[in-house]
């Protein structure tokens, strides 16, 4: 019984996240075309996108590879599963055990190495640009998100998301580290889904984008693929840091369905918090030249690495 | 157990004498070849079963008289074997079709079997002159195959400091052999393990093993012979050298450090996790910079050896503090790591041998486009680039996972030095990490995605079975080492028991195969699970948006933007992919610095942007030493034009001193 309860529970994840991830896209920009004074599109919007890509013939350029047809599915998959691993109204999920957070992290590295492989495939000038610097600006968001990792496991005991949700839940006290990894997460969320002030995921201008320019030769229902793991990318990020940092609401392992009730209520108000932060932040900020983006990334290894530092030097002391 | 695996040894050998007049013959290739497939083959199960079973030995009454030779098999010897003839029997079944296309076998064939036996040969020895013996024949074997293409003035060069170096590298295991061996001059490995040294004389040992099996491992500073010698031998070769040579030393670092050498101290793992993250960070970087293949690679080995020293370096700090559940998970990473680089290595050196026969090019720039020629070999150098990226479901992460979950194990270590250190190297392996990623996207996107860049590379074709046959097993094996790593930690128990005398928890014993890297550490990972839901989740959506929605699809133009250029010299180079790293990291490290020169508006002159990279190894320690060795010798010049009178008052003067030496030392 309290397996298929959990199974339950983990399918339940797994659907919500998906159903989800497109109106939060909507939202997001909902709330930054309402703070430029326009009226914006409808917040279900992006579910309309998709269904009329779905419907739509992919036209394929004349040289693309299997790899350029498979990756898309791969792309989402891989998305789809490292977003059910993440607790977002209960920590009872039964397939949390299989990855943790250095996993989960890994598992968003091989879609976007699919991706990267994605643009380079057709051996247009703009993939191989987007390609080319989405792997310089992982190769510091990368880093800087398993120090991340490390500080909460140091903190937690785990690098188990359900066990670091349970643990920051009755964690008392405050530490350097914690906001220092605060910092360090929005800093990398922000450049992982090519938000301003590191990429414009509304600019088709040529020479400003990263996401934008290794996508561009999809179409069709590949292309639905692609952004529907985009924006399921940009909920998990979301929902990792409400799970880590904002705790409260989740629903433990045995809870009722009164708990999960709470939760998911609790789940959806953070998700509406954080779309209405990212548009607000993304409206005040300008555009950063690409070779800026790496300080502003090396400052979040840099706050990850410093977190863990302290807290190496003040565990055991 | 022990006595086959000699004479498996003694088959090797027999079979180099007898490819020296095989090898003119159209029989040499198969009969050396297939051979070596055989002879490794038993010699690999024989290590398996010998992993868990109890140390045997034996003394041949050969080398010293008054030493004989010693041989012993004991769990890490077996598991370094198994390593060693796996790789070694993939590369025989490889070499078969590849070997075909060999200019002159006679270079080849009798080096490659004495090359395999003398490896096997240094895992098992056990006493002091057989082992440097065993490893001289090594890599004066390897080095054979380095200059076998000898008509190439660079693979004379890289010949000449590969041997170089490999001589600078046995002279010091020589002086640590001597030291571990003291007064009583004690030359099996029984007798060392007995003696108990002084502080100092322990440091001294660790150095000199630093530089002995670091050089051939490629520890920075002493890597830089690797990515000149390891490309320029054979493909087979070059998988051997990088996948199971680099082991080798591997394995004389640890008996020596871990099992000879007594109880470690806390600042030699110090040294060797600074070492570690500095040799990964750094050959990852080395190897963005390349655009020839095959170095790419290499110097890709230098990276996956700091990752292995960075597990070592661990072992050695828990081991120092007493912490025995700690260097077991810190050395099943490091081994676990060996053996996931030994598969991966190799697959992807043969991979890089597969484009060399299709196209003969290294060079990406003159690449592209090959998985429309070369399907197979694409797909499968693809694993093996997913594979060394650490990207779950694959061997490498498993391997990495547990190298993180050992740097989070234990925070609250006593000394200042390591509770730096180890964050420090948990930051740097995480670079290298992300950066091998960026590395092989590059590998792999520009060689075999996108148009082809030569007519070479337009007309390649797919290569022979036994090639696709011998990297279809070691992706099958990337694989299975990935799903299903639990299997793997627990097989390596045997090993970590006895050198750590402490194991990790039995993984098969877990629900639903997941692994876990502690009793009292609540993470784990199931790569079994990851796998499954990836290929069901993928295979579902792509079956219910063929059913449901749209499965049309039309081939036309590439879009991009509007404005698409037919030719390929527009695509993105190995050089322009690895700019915008070069520019984040290269100007700090290598120094790297681009001239662009625009002609003035109406000159008709082309554009040209120039970039230049300092090597910082190169220019810190080899070019102060080779400088100096040049102009003592220039000093020294006059000398060799005097006349006979004055050459010989200079032997009376020289004999004169010596004696007034010896008067005053008496």
Same mark, same amino acid.
């Given at each position: 019984?309290?397996?298929?309860?959990?199974?339950?529970?983990?399918?339940?994840?797994?659907?919500?996240?998906?159903?989800?991830?497109?109106?939060?896209?909507?939202?997001?920009?909902?709330?930054?075309?309402?703070?430029?004074?326009?009226?914006?599109?409808?917040?279900?919007?992006?579910?309309?996108?998709?269904?009329?890509?779905?419907?739509?013939?992919?036209?394929?350029?004349?040289?693309?590879?299997?790899?350029?047809?498979?990756?898309?599915?791969?792309?989402?998959?891989?998305?789809?599963?490292?977003?059910?691993?993440?607790?977002?109204?209960?920590?009872?999920?039964?397939?949390?055990?299989?990855?943790?957070?250095?996993?989960?992290?890994?598992?968003?590295?091989?879609?976007?190495?699919?991706?990267?492989?994605?643009?380079?495939?057709?051996?247009?000038?703009?993939?191989?640009?987007?390609?080319?610097?989405?792997?310089?600006?992982?190769?510091?968001?990368?880093?800087?998100?398993?120090?991340?990792?490390?500080?909460?496991?140091?903190?937690?005991?785990?690098?188990?998301?359900?066990?670091?949700?349970?643990?920051?839940?009755?964690?008392?006290?405050?530490?350097?580290?914690?906001?220092?990894?605060?910092?360090?997460?929005?800093?990398?969320?922000?450049?992982?889904?090519?938000?301003?002030?590191?990429?414009?995921?509304?600019?088709?201008?040529?020479?400003?984008?990263?996401?934008?320019?290794?996508?561009?030769?999809?179409?069709?229902?590949?292309?639905?693929?692609?952004?529907?793991?985009?924006?399921?990318?940009?909920?998990?990020?979301?929902?990792?840091?409400?799970?880590?940092?904002?705790?409260?609401?989740?629903?433990?392992?045995?809870?009722?369905?009164?708990?999960?009730?709470?939760?998911?209520?609790?789940?959806?108000?953070?998700?509406?918090?954080?779309?209405?932060?990212?548009?607000?932040?993304?409206?005040?900020?300008?555009?950063?030249?690409?070779?800026?983006?790496?300080?502003?990334?090396?400052?979040?290894?840099?706050?990850?690495?410093?977190?863990?530092?302290?807290?190496?030097?003040?565990?055991?002391? | 157990?022990?006595?086959?695996?000699?004479?498996?040894?003694?088959?090797?050998?027999?079979?180099?004498?007898?490819?020296?007049?095989?090898?003119?013959?159209?029989?040499?290739?198969?009969?050396?070849?297939?051979?070596?497939?055989?002879?490794?083959?038993?010699?690999?199960?024989?290590?398996?079963?010998?992993?868990?079973?109890?140390?045997?030995?034996?003394?041949?009454?050969?080398?010293?008289?008054?030493?004989?030779?010693?041989?012993?098999?004991?769990?890490?010897?077996?598991?370094?074997?198994?390593?060693?003839?796996?790789?070694?029997?993939? *590369?025989?079944?490889?070499?078969?079709?590849?070997?075909?296309?060999?200019?002159?076998?006679?270079?080849?064939?009798?080096?490659?079997?004495?090359?395999?036996?003398?490896?096997?040969?240094?895992?098992?020895?056990?006493?002091?002159?057989?082992?440097?013996?065993?490893?001289?024949?090594?890599?004066?074997?390897?080095?054979?195959?380095?200059?076998?293409?000898?008509?190439?003035?660079?693979?004379?060069?890289?010949?000449?400091?590969?041997?170089?170096?490999?001589?600078?590298?046995?002279?010091?295991?020589?002086?640590?052999?001597?030291?571990?061996?003291?007064?009583?001059?004690?030359?099996?490995?029984?007798?060392?393990?007995?003696?108990?040294?002084?502080?100092?004389?322990?440091?001294?040992?660790?150095?000199?093993?630093?530089?002995? *099996?670091?050089?051939?491992?490629?520890?920075?500073?002493?890597?830089?012979?690797?990515?000149?010698?390891?490309?320029?031998?054979?493909?087979?070769?070059?998988?051997?050298?990088?996948?199971?040579?680099?082991?080798?030393?591997?394995?004389?670092?640890?008996?020596?450090?871990?099992?000879?050498?007594?109880?470690?101290?806390?600042?030699?793992?110090?040294?060797?996790?600074?070492?570690?993250?500095?040799?990964?960070?750094?050959?990852?970087?080395?190897?963005?910079?390349?655009?020839?293949?095959?170095?790419?690679?290499?110097?890709?080995?230098?990276?996956?050896?700091?990752?292995?020293?960075?597990?070592?370096?661990?072992?050695?700090?828990?081991?120092?503090?007493?912490?025995?559940?700690?260097?077991?998970?810190?050395?099943?990473?490091?081994?676990?790591?060996?053996?996931?680089?030994?598969?991966?290595?190799?697959?992807?050196?043969?991979?890089?041998?597969?484009?060399?026969?299709?196209?003969?090019?290294?060079?990406?720039?003159?690449?592209?486009?090959?998985?429309?020629?070369?399907?197979?070999?694409?797909?499968?150098?693809?694993?093996?680039?997913? *594979?060394?990226?650490?990207?779950?479901?694959?061997?490498?992460?498993?391997?990495?996972?547990?190298?993180?979950?050992?740097?989070?194990?234990?925070?609250?270590?006593?000394?200042?030095?390591?509770?730096?250190?180890?964050?420090?190297?948990?930051?740097?392996?995480?670079?290298?990490?992300?950066?091998?990623?960026?590395?092989?996207?590059?590998?792999?996107?520009?060689?075999?995605?996108?148009?082809?860049?030569?007519?070479?590379?337009?007309?390649?074709?797919?290569?022979?079975?036994?090639?696709?046959?011998?990297?279809?097993?070691?992706?099958?094996?990337?694989?299975?080492?990935?799903?299903?790593?639990?299997?793997?930690?627990?097989?390596?128990?045997?090993?970590?028991?006895?050198?750590?005398?402490?194991?990790?928890?039995?993984?098969?014993?877990?629900?639903?195969?997941?692994?876990?890297?502690?009793?009292?550490?609540?993470?784990?990972?199931?790569?079994?699970?990851?796998?499954?839901?990836?290929?069901?989740? *993928?295979?579902?959506?792509?079956?219910?948006?063929?059913?449901?929605?749209?499965?049309?699809?039309?081939?036309?133009?590439?879009?991009?933007?509007?404005?698409?250029?037919?030719?390929?010299?527009?695509?993105?180079?190995?050089?322009?992919?690895?700019?915008?790293?070069?520019?984040?990291?290269?100007?700090?490290?290598?120094?790297?610095?681009?001239?662009?020169?625009?002609?003035?508006?109406?000159?008709?002159?082309?554009?040209?942007?120039?970039?230049?990279?300092?090597?910082?190894?190169?220019?810190?320690?080899?070019?102060?030493?080779?400088?100096?060795?040049?102009?003592?010798?220039?000093?020294?010049?006059?000398?060799?034009?005097?006349?006979?009178?004055?050459?010989?008052?200079?032997?009376?003067?020289?004999?004169?001193?010596?004696?007034?030496?010896?008067?005053?030392?008496?």
């Amino acid at each position: 019984m309290a397996v298929i309860r959990d199974l339950l529970v983990q399918g339940v994840q797994m659907l919500l996240v998906l159903a989800l991830a497109p109106l939060l896209t909507g939202v997001v920009r909902k709330v930054k075309a309402r703070l430029n004074r326009r009226q914006g599109a409808s917040v279900i919007q992006p579910y309309r996108d998709l269904r009329r890509l779905l419907g739509k013939e992919v036209v394929l350029a004349e040289n693309a590879s299997w790899l350029f047809r498979v990756a898309p599915y791969m792309i989402f998959a891989v998305t789809w599963v490292a977003a059910s691993l993440i607790p977002t109204f209960g920590t009872g999920l039964i397939f949390s055990w299989s990855g943790d957070l250095i996993a989960i992290t890994a598992l968003l590295g091989s879609a976007r190495f699919l991706l990267a492989l994605a643009g380079l495939d057709i051996g247009t000038s703009f993939g191989g640009i987007g390609a080319s610097r989405e792997v310089m600006i992982a190769s510091l968001a990368e880093p800087a998100m398993l120090m991340i990792a490390v500080t909460m496991a140091l903190i937690a005991g785990s690098t188990q998301l359900s066990t670091i949700a349970g643990f920051m839940l009755s964690f008392g006290s405050l530490r350097v580290s914690l906001a220092l990894a605060l910092f360090a997460f929005i800093i990398v969320a922000v450049a992982e889904n090519g938000r301003i002030p590191v990429d414009n995921p509304a600019t088709h201008l040529e020479l400003t984008m990263v996401h934008e320019a290794m996508v561009l030769e999809y179409s069709g229902r590949h292309l639905a693929m692609i952004e529907l793991a985009s924006a399921l990318k940009l909920l998990l990020y979301i929902s990792a840091i409400a799970c880590i940092f904002l705790p409260w609401g989740l629903a433990s392992g045995e809870a009722g369905v009164g708990a999960y009730a709470i939760g998911g209520v609790s789940y959806v108000c953070k998700l509406a918090l954080g779309a209405v932060a990212l548009g607000v932040f993304e409206t005040s900020i300008a555009k950063m030249r690409v070779f800026r983006v790496p300080n502003f990334l090396g400052a979040g290894l840099m706050l990850g690495l410093l977190g863990v530092l302290l807290l190496f030097v003040s565990l055991g002391m | 157990m022990i006595v086959a695996l000699l004479l498996c040894v003694g088959a090797l050998f027999a079979l180099a004498l007898a490819a020296v007049p095989l090898a003119a013959t159209a029989a040499g290739r198969p009969v050396v070849y297939g051979g070596a497939l055989g002879v490794t083959t038993i010699a690999m199960l024989i290590a398996l079963a010998a992993i868990g079973a109890t140390p045997s030995e034996l003394t041949l009454p050969l080398g010293l008289p008054w030493l004989g030779a010693h041989f012993r098999l004991d769990a890490l010897a077996a598991f370094f074997l198994l390593v060693v003839n796996l790789g070694a029997a993939a *590369a025989s079944l490889y070499a078969i079709g590849y070997g075909r296309h060999e200019a002159a076998p006679h270079r080849v064939l009798p080096f490659y079997a004495a090359f395999l036996g003398a490896m096997n040969l240094v895992v098992l020895a056990a006493d002091a002159y057989s082992f440097l013996l065993s490893w001289e024949l090594m890599s004066l074997a390897s080095w054979a195959l380095v200059v076998s293409q000898h008509r190439d003035p660079d693979n004379l060069r890289a010949g000449f400091i590969y041997i170089v170096m490999a001589s600078f590298g046995t002279l010091a295991l020589l002086l640590g052999f001597g030291l571990l061996a003291g007064q009583a001059a004690g030359y099996d490995f029984v007798a060392m393990r007995a003696a108990h040294l002084s502080p100092g004389l322990a440091a001294m040992v660790l150095a000199l093993v630093l530089i002995g *099996a670091g050089s051939k491992a490629g520890l920075v500073p002493l890597h830089v012979w690797l990515p000149l010698a390891h490309p320029a031998a054979p493909s087979h070769v070059s998988a051997l050298m990088s996948g199971v040579m680099t082991k080798v030393a591997v394995y004389g670092f640890i008996r020596i450090v871990f099992d000879l050498l007594g109880a470690p101290t806390w600042w030699s793992a110090v040294v060797v996790l600074v070492l570690g993250g500095v040799t990964s960070v750094l050959g990852v970087l080395y190897a963005l910079m390349q655009h020839d293949l095959k170095r790419l690679l290499a110097y890709h080995t230098v990276e996956n050896i700091g990752i292995i020293f960075i597990g070592l370096g661990l072992a050695l700090a828990f081991q120092a503090n007493g912490f025995a559940a700690g260097a077991a998970l810190a050395l099943t990473a490091a081994l676990f790591h060996v053996f996931n680089h030994s598969l991966f290595k190799s697959l992807l050196f043969f991979g890089a041998g597969a484009v060399l026969t299709a196209t003969g090019e290294r060079d990406m720039e003159h690449l592209g486009g090959l998985i429309h020629r070369m399907p197979r070999t694409a797909f499968l150098f693809l694993v093996g680039c997913a *594979a060394i990226s650490a990207l779950p479901p694959l061997n490498g992460f498993a391997s990495e996972w547990l190298t993180f979950q050992a740097i989070l194990l234990r925070p609250d270590l006593p000394q200042w030095a390591l509770k730096i250190a180890v964050p420090a190297d948990g930051a740097l392996l995480a670079l290298a990490a992300a950066l091998a990623a960026a590395c092989f996207v590059k590998a792999f996107g520009i060689s075999f995605l996108g148009r082809p860049r030569s007519s070479a590379a337009a007309q390649a074709h797919e290569v022979d079975g036994y090639s696709i046959a011998a990297m279809g097993l070691f992706a099958a094996l990337c694989l299975l080492a990935g799903i299903l790593p639990g299997a793997v930690i627990d097989g390596l128990a045997p090993v970590v028991q006895a050198l750590s005398g402490a194991r990790m928890p039995v993984q098969l014993a877990v629900p639903w195969l997941s692994i876990v890297p502690s009793e009292a550490a609540r993470s784990s990972y199931n790569g079994l699970l990851v796998f499954l839901f990836i290929a069901a989740s *993928a295979w579902l959506t792509a079956f219910a948006i063929h059913r449901l929605a749209s499965h049309a699809l039309r081939r036309g133009p590439a879009w991009d933007c509007g404005f698409p250029d037919p030719r390929p010299a527009t695509q993105y180079t190995a050089d322009s992919f690895a700019q915008p790293i070069r520019r984040v990291f290269g100007t700090v490290v290598f120094g790297a610095h681009e001239v662009v020169t625009m002609p003035p508006p109406g000159d008709m002159s082309p554009a040209r942007i120039e970039k230049t990279l300092r090597d910082p190894v190169w220019d810190a320690f080899y070019a102060p030493i080779a400088g100096a060795v040049g102009s003592v010798t220039q000093a020294l010049n006059y000398l060799q034009f005097l006349t006979i009178r004055r050459y010989l008052s200079l032997v009376f003067g020289a004999l004169v001193v010596l004696l007034l030496a010896l008067a005053l030392w008496q």
